[in-house]
């Protein structure tokens, strides 16, 4: 079993940064492809931010562009999401997820249905 803990969220002014932290535990010595979401009070899970298992492709929604960072960290199975200039519409709860299942090592994923495991999420808020 493989669980998923997203820490780093809070209250910041737009313009702040913001450095999210995701780490799995379980039994499992391997790494995985990673994923960053976002969900806003009445709106749907939005992809954020993905990383290959092997750390070489990486892919971004295009609002979040040249603004946020998605990384391998330090320790085994711990993905980042650096989050610089934020603004007010990148409020939202922040989910990081892992997929399980067998992948190439260069592949990476936008789609939710695509990922197994899930963390509990991390609130963001950037007031004005």
């Known amino acids: 079993q493989v669980q998923l803990v997203d820490t780093g969220g809070g209250r910041v002014q737009a313009g702040g940064s913001l450095r999210l932290s995701c780490a799995a535990s379980?039994?499992?010595?391997?790494?995985?492809?990673m994923g960053w979401f976002r969900q806003a009070p009445g709106k749907e899970r939005e992809f954020v931010a993905a990383?290959?298992?092997?750390?070489?492709?990486?892919d971004y929604r295009e609002s979040v562009k040249g603004r946020f960072t998605i990384s391998r960290g330090n320790a085994k199975n711990t993905v980042r999401l650096e989050m610089n200039s934020l603004k007010p519409e990148d409020t939202a709860v922040y989910y990081c997820?892992?997929?399980?299942?067998?992948?190439?090592?260069?592949?990476?994923?936008?789609?939710?249905?695509?990922?197994?495991?899930w963390g509990q999420g991390t609130q963001v808020t950037v007031s004005s």
């Open positions: 379980g039994r499992t010595l391997t790494t995985y492809p």
């Open positions: 997820a892992a997929r399980g299942r067998p992948t190439y090592g260069s592949t990476y994923y936008t789609d939710a249905r695509e990922y197994d495991y």
């Open positions: 990383l290959s298992r092997s750390g070489d492709s990486t």
